[in-house]
Structures are given as structure tokens and as C-alpha cells.
């Protein structure tokens, strides 16, 4: 009807199509000055190139003409070559400007010139200062390689041989509180540690046999909460889960890693050594440590034998009274050194358990850096159990102004998660100025009373 009605216009709705092409223009397109396009650059005109150098020079003789109308004195006279190259960017302010700028005031030039040679004084003053803190640095590190030395072979020579004469000497005594050199360490630890349980190498490989039996026969994995059961020796698959998080940034315990296969038979062979009391969390650390500095079989005794002392046992074992009874002896030398931190936890009711039982389990070696571990370890071993809740004392001494400004999930997330960078020879200082006497009575006797108080008692050594 519609095409019948409008005849003329029916072809167009008929043979018009959506897709019409245009038809191409035969005429040549004047070709526009270079520019860009969507996907390429324009091609240039056609046409002889110049000579980037003629076009220089045709614009310094323009810039001469337009100079000799209107001459300016040699002052304001401009750089012809613009193709310079400062040496740096602070030099730039010594340049002249372009040619197509207004040239310099003498007072402006002589601005950046004093501006300059502040820039290159102060960084002298600098550098100087760098070079003299370096020379410093390295003048205490030979002074401390000098002192290791020294100390290495006075532990070598004298007091090792003569161990049992000279371990409770006050020269000793002094010696083992400046840190024990590493090289003398582990055999250090291992004299003052002891062997109570008279743990032999071969007992250690026995233990180790029936681990790796244990792996074989259990391939698949045990859950955590099956970790409690009568049977410990489960959790000889725990310990597969707990390895690869023991100082993982060293790069070693880990699968693949060096030292993998050692930390996971001396755990292994824990957990048949004592299968009542199986693997605990914390304790790859402690094995970890005793590893870097010790000899496999040697690290399993002290392990060991570590783990058998009573804060250790009752820690691991999860004594729950016990663990209570080492928290009040703690707060009682806690409000008698730091009483206005003491009250100001209790206010915010931030108990004790909350960050010392990480630090317990570990001996700091997961709380602190490894070499500031490793000192703590050194007067642990001569010291004991006491030393452990000293030098908490002397961590919340550090940092009392600190946590005296937090509330209770900061002063909780500082406690749990400490500082990368802690002072070594301060950190020390505070532990010393740490009183472990309270009313006449030492830490022994307080944890005594504290036990008979909880209704528990306390194996002592």
C-alpha cells in the first residue's frame, strides 16, 4: 500500500542496503603537513628533505637580522648552540637559556650561581658525612670480629678445658654475658645444657629408624585435633605442616631447603623419644636454633634435654596450673619493677598468657631477630628458667613508653608481633636493670609459694 501510494520512492527502500559502499574519490587529496594518525604516522610530503644544520643556520640568521634592529648589550646576549648537555640537573641552573627565551639578569645569574655552589657544598657535607659514618661502621666491625676472636679463643683455650672449674666463675660469668662466640656456641650450650637423660647417639638413631617407619606406614596426613590423642606419635605429620613456617625467611628449614630433612628427623625422632608428649607447636623453632649451631645427633640430646626442664615440660605439656603458677611468679617481679605498666595492663586487662606463652615456647627465637635469640639463649642456658621471665621484663621495659600510651589490641598486637629492629646492647641493659627479688625472695622461692597457693608443685633440678 505505502509503495503503491509513493512509487517514486519505493527503490530507495527497495535497493538502498545498510552496507552501501561509497564511491571512492578518484582525485588525488592534497597532501596535508605531517601529523599522526590511529594506527601510523601520516607519510611526509613530498619533497626535497632539508638539511637539519641549513635550517639551523637559517634561523641564526633570521635571529642575527632581528638582533642588529634591536642590538642588546653583550650581557643579554644569547647561546647560539642550543644542542647543550648539562652535566646534571642541579647544574641546569647555570645554563644560559634558549635562544627564543630573554636572556639571564646579570642578578638572576649570579642567584644560581651561589644557589649551585650551595647545592655541591652541602652535598660534600653530605658525602663526607656518609664516608665517615661507613669508616665508622666498618672500624666497630673489626673491632667486634677483633673481640669474637679474641673471645673464641679464650672460650677455646681456657674455659672449655677447664669447664666444670671455671663455668661458674665470675670472669666466665662476665665472658657468657657479652654473648658466647658463635663458633664455641653450640658446644657451649650443649656443657651447660647437660645430659641428664644420658641420650646416647645411638638411642638417637633408633628413635629416628621408628620416625621414618612411622612415616612410611601413615603416608596420609593426621588432622590437628587427632594431636591429643593417647597415641602422640601421630603427630609425626604435624611436624610436615609446621616445618615449612620455621624461619621462613632464612630459606632453609623449608622443603628443598638444606637443613629440611634435618629438623624433620630430629622432631621425628622426638616424637618416639616422648610420645606423651608428641610435637607441640613452638617446637621447630627451638630445634631450628639448636641445628645452626650444633651437630645432629648433639642437637637431639639438647633438645632433648632442653624440653625436659620443668618450664619447658610444663608448657609443652600444657599444664594448664602449672603455666598459671609460672603467670602469677611473673606478675609479681612485673608489678615490683614496672609498676605504672603493670597497672596500666590490668586496667586494660592484658594478662600475661597473652604474650608470653609464644615467647616461652619459642625462647624467643621466633619473636626476636635470630642473633638477639641466640644471645638471650647464651645466658638462658647459664642462668635457667628465671632468665626466660627476666627477659620479658626487660621487653616491656624497652618499650613501656610505648605501650603505656596503647589500648589492649594494640598493646596485644606490639606484644605479639615485635619490632624487626631492637637494639641488642640496650635491650641488654634493660634486662640488667631488671630486679629479680621481691621482698627478700628470689624467683624460686616466689614460684614455690605461687605453687603452694595454686595447689601444685614444681619439679626443680
Same mark, same amino acid.
Given at each position: 500500500?505505502?509503495?503503491?501510494?509513493?512509487?517514486?520512492?519505493?527503490?530507495?527502500?527497495?535497493?538502498?542496503?545498510?552496507?552501501?559502499?561509497?564511491?571512492?574519490?578518484?582525485?588525488?587529496?592534497?597532501?596535508?603537513?605531517?601529523?599522526?594518525?590511529?594506527?601510523?604516522?601520516?607519510?611526509?610530503?613530498?619533497?626535497?628533505?632539508?638539511?637539519?644544520?641549513?635550517?639551523?643556520?637559517?634561523?641564526?640568521?633570521?635571529?642575527?637580522?632581528?638582533?642588529?634592529?634591536?642590538?642588546?648589550?653583550?650581557?643579554?646576549?644569547?647561546?647560539?648552540?642550543?644542542?647543550?648537555?648539562?652535566?646534571?640537573?642541579?647544574?641546569?641552573?647555570? +645554563?644560559?637559556?634558549? =635562544?627564543?627565551?630573554?636572556?639571564?639578569?646579570?642578578? %638572576? &645569574? /649570579? #642567584?644560581? @650561581?651561589? $644557589?649551585? +655552589?650551595?647545592?655541591? =657544598?652541602?652535598?660534600?657535607?653530605?658525602?663526607?658525612? %656518609? &664516608? /665517615? #659514618?661507613? @669508616?665508622? $661502621?666498618? +672500624?666497630?666491625?673489626?673491632?667486634?670480629?677483633?673481640?669474637?676472636?679474641?673471645?673464641?679463643?679464650?672460650?677455646?683455650?681456657?674455659?672449655?678445658?677447664?669447664?666444670?672449674?671455671?663455668?661458674?666463675?665470675?670472669?666466665?660469668?662476665?665472658?657468657?654475658?657479652?654473648?658466647?662466640?658463635?663458633?664455641?656456641?653450640?658446644?657451649?650450650?650443649?656443657?651447660?645444657?647437660?645430659?641428664?637423660?644420658?641420650?646416647?647417639?645411638?638411642?638417637?638413631?633408633?628413635?629416628?629408624?621408628?620416625?621414618?617407619?612411622?612415616?612410611?606406614?601413615?603416608?596420609?596426613?593426621?588432622?590437628?585435633?587427632?594431636?591429643?590423642?593417647?597415641?602422640?606419635?601421630?603427630?609425626?605429620?604435624?611436624?610436615?605442616?609446621?616445618?615449612?613456617?620455621?624461619?621462613?625467611?632464612?630459606?632453609?628449614?623449608?622443603?628443598?631447603?638444606?637443613?629440611?630433612?634435618?629438623?624433620?628427623?630430629?622432631?621425628?625422632?622426638?616424637?618416639?623419644?616422648?610420645?606423651?608428649?608428641?610435637?607441640?607447636?613452638?617446637?621447630?623453632?627451638?630445634?631450628?636454633?639448636?641445628?645452626?649451631?650444633?651437630?645432629?645427633?648433639?642437637?637431639?640430646?639438647?633438645?632433648?634435654?632442653?624440653?625436659?626442664?620443668?618450664?619447658?615440660?610444663?608448657?609443652?605439656?600444657?599444664?594448664?596450673?602449672?603455666?598459671?603458677?609460672?603467670?602469677?611468679?611473673?606478675?609479681?617481679?612485673?608489678?615490683?619493677?614496672?609498676?605504672?605498666?603493670?597497672?596500666?595492663?590490668?586496667?586494660?586487662?592484658?594478662?600475661?598468657?597473652?604474650?608470653?606463652?609464644?615467647?616461652?615456647?619459642?625462647?624467643?627465637?621466633?619473636?626476636?631477630?635470630?642473633?638477639?635469640?641466640?644471645?638471650?639463649?647464651?645466658?638462658?642456658?647459664?642462668?635457667?628458667?628465671?632468665?626466660?621471665?627476666?627477659?620479658?621484663?626487660?621487653?616491656?621495659?624497652?618499650?613501656?613508653?610505648?605501650?603505656?600510651?596503647?589500648?589492649?589490641?594494640?598493646?596485644?598486637?606490639?606484644?605479639?608481633?615485635?619490632?624487626?629492629?631492637?637494639?641488642?646492647?640496650?635491650?641488654?641493659?634493660?634486662?640488667?636493670?631488671?630486679?629479680?627479688?621481691?621482698?627478700?625472695?628470689?624467683?624460686?622461692?616466689?614460684?614455690?609459694?605461687?605453687?603452694?597457693?595454686?595447689?601444685?608443685?614444681?619439679?626443680?633440678?
Amino acid at each position: 500500500m505505502i509503495c503503491a501510494s509513493l512509487p517514486h520512492l519505493s527503490h530507495v527502500f527497495v535497493f538502498r542496503s545498510p552496507f552501501a559502499h561509497r564511491v571512492k574519490d578518484m582525485r588525488p587529496v592534497e597532501q596535508k603537513d605531517p601529523g599522526w594518525k590511529l594506527f601510523g604516522k601520516v607519510p611526509p610530503r613530498e619533497g626535497p628533505m632539508k638539511d637539519p644544520k641549513k635550517i639551523q643556520k637559517e634561523y641564526e640568521t633570521k635571529s642575527s637580522r632581528a638582533g642588529a634592529s634591536n642590538p642588546t648589550s653583550p650581557r643579554q646576549s644569547v647561546r647560539k648552540n642550543l644542542n647543550f648537555e648539562p652535566l646534571s640537573t642541579t647544574a641546569l641552573i647555570l +645554563e644560559d637559556r634558549p =635562544a627564543n627565551l630573554p636572556a639571564k639578569p646579570a642578578e %638572576e &645569574a /649570579q #642567584k644560581h @650561581r651561589q $644557589q649551585y +655552589e650551595e647545592m655541591v =657544598a652541602q652535598a660534600k657535607k653530605r658525602e663526607l658525612k %656518609e &664516608a /665517615q #659514618k661507613r @669508616r665508622k $661502621q666498618l +672500624e666497630d666491625r673489626c673491632k667486634l670480629e677483633e673481640s669474637i676472636g679474641s673471645a673464641a679463643q679464650t672460650w677455646n683455650q681456657e674455659i672449655l678445658p677447664n669447664w666444670s672449674s671455671m663455668c661458674t666463675s665470675r670472669r666466665v660469668r662476665d665472658l657468657w654475658w657479652q654473648g658466647i662466640p658463635p663458633s664455641v656456641r653450640g658446644k657451649v650450650w650443649s656443657l651447660a645444657v647437660g645430659n641428664e637423660l644420658n641420650i646416647t647417639h645411638e638411642l638417637f638413631n633408633i628413635c629416628l629408624s621408628r620416625a621414618k617407619e612411622k612415616w612410611s606406614s601413615s603416608p596420609a596426613p593426621v588432622p590437628e585435633n587427632d594431636a591429643g590423642s593417647s597415641d602422640r606419635e601421630s603427630s609425626l605429620e604435624l611436624i610436615k605442616l609446621d616445618i615449612s613456617r620455621t624461619f621462613p625467611q632464612l630459606c632453609i628449614f623449608q622443603q628443598g631447603g638444606p637443613y629440611h630433612d634435618v629438623l624433620h628427623s630430629i622432631l621425628g625422632a622426638y616424637t618416639c623419644y616422648r610420645p606423651d608428649v608428641g610435637y607441640v607447636q613452638g617446637m621447630s623453632f627451638i630445634a631450628a636454633v639448636l641445628i645452626l649451631n650444633l651437630d645432629t645427633a648433639d642437637a637431639f640430646i639438647a633438645f632433648a634435654n632442653l624440653l625436659n626442664k620443668p618450664c619447658q615440660m610444663a608448657f609443652f605439656r600444657v599444664d594448664h596450673s602449672l603455666m598459671l603458677t609460672y603467670f602469677a611468679a611473673f606478675e609479681v617481679f612485673f608489678e615490683e619493677n614496672l609498676p605504672k605498666l603493670f597497672a596500666h595492663f590490668k586496667k586494660n586487662n592484658l594478662t600475661p598468657d597473652i604474650y608470653l606463652i609464644d615467647w616461652i615456647f619459642t625462647l624467643y627465637s621466633k619473636s626476636l631477630p635470630l642473633d638477639l635469640a641466640c644471645r638471650v639463649w647464651d645466658v638462658f642456658c647459664r642462668d635457667g628458667e628465671e632468665f626466660l621471665f627476666r627477659t620479658a621484663l626487660g621487653l616491656l621495659r624497652l618499650y613501656q613508653d610505648v605501650l603505656t600510651s596503647m589500648d589492649f589490641i594494640h598493646m596485644a598486637q606490639f606484644l605479639t608481633r615485635l619490632p624487626d629492629l631492637i637494639p641488642s646492647e640496650q635491650f641488654f641493659q634493660h634486662i640488667a636493670s631488671v630486679h629479680m627479688s621481691s621482698r627478700n625472695r628470689k624467683w624460686a622461692q616466689v614460684l614455690h609459694t605461687d605453687a603452694l597457693q595454686q595447689g601444685t608443685s614444681v619439679r626443680r633440678h
